[in-house]
T-cell receptor, first 107, second 114 residues
Framework: DAKTTQPNSMESNEEEPVHLPCNHSTISGTDYIHWYRQLPSQGPEYVIHGLTSNVNNRMASLAIAEDRKSSTLILHRATLRDAAVYYCILRPNDMRFGAGTRLTVKP | EADIYQTPRYLVIGTGKKITLECSQTMGHDKMYWYQQDPGMELHLIHYSYGVNSTEKGDLSSESTVSRIRTEHFPLTLESARPSHTSQYLC?????????????FGSGTQLSVL
């Protein structure tokens, strides 16, 4: 089974921020938190990853709790193209994806 | 930037045929994976490999087999295709390391068995 839990679905309005949560209470000290997203009819693509500190890149931001048992992927301004299933997994040892969070973006 | 390729993109085949789904990567990655995914459903790990001559079965019971004779190539074979094998098959790879290595996915093969 996947080592992470995420809500099944979330909705957002276009151009508003979206906060996608992930719980990983059994995370080990060496696990990295990775986020991927899967657009319709495509394979998953990398979004962002982090170990302890918050991370920013051109796609998103990753906020990691101080105890590392949860994290939040932040899309600062959701667009219609961000509608996808978002997965968080722990690397390097976790190769199993859960159901992820299906994000719907409303115009 | 993702140098991982799957062929064919779509395959429609009759029951009982032997098929091989190809997956190749040019990044020199040691780790490679096969996932199976039905529409709107979870990704299920069916096979993985940590290097040449290393293959393991994943969680989902699968009648497919894999081989890893070369680092860059990780084909999946179905000896006798059945309608229950109709699904999307996704290949992925990553470098070995401490956990910061990204997973790269191919575009997938959509298999339909009639």
């Amino acid at each position: 089974d996947a080592k992470t839990t995420q809500p099944n679905s979330m909705e957002s309005n276009e151009e508003e921020p979206v906060h996608l949560p992930c719980n990983h209470s059994t995370i080990s000290g060496t696990d990295y938190i990775h986020w991927y997203r899967q657009l319709p009819s495509q394979g998953p693509e990398y979004v962002i990853h982090g170990l302890t500190s918050n991370v920013n890149n051109r796609m998103a931001s990753l906020a990691i709790a101080e105890d590392r048992k949860s994290s939040t992927l932040i899309l600062h301004r959701a667009t219609l193209r961000d509608a996808a299933v978002y997965y968080c997994i722990l690397r390097p040892n976790d190769m199993r994806f859960g159901a992820g969070t299906r994000l719907t973006v409303k115009p | 930037e993702a140098d991982i390729y799957q062929t064919p993109r779509y395959l429609v085949i009759g029951t009982g045929k032997k098929i091989t789904l190809e997956c190749s990567q040019t990044m020199g990655h040691d780790k490679m994976y096969w996932y199976q995914q039905d529409p709107g459903m979870e990704l299920h790990l069916i096979h993985y490999s940590y290097g040449v001559n290393s293959t393991e079965k994943g969680d989902l019971s699968s009648e497919s087999t894999v081989s890893r004779i070369r680092t860059e190539h990780f084909p999946l074979t179905l000896e006798s295709a059945r309608p229950s094998h109709t699904s999307q098959y996704l290949c992925a790879s990553s470098a070995s390391g401490g956990g910061s290595e990204k997973l790269f996915f191919g575009s997938g093969t959509q298999l339909s068995v009639l």
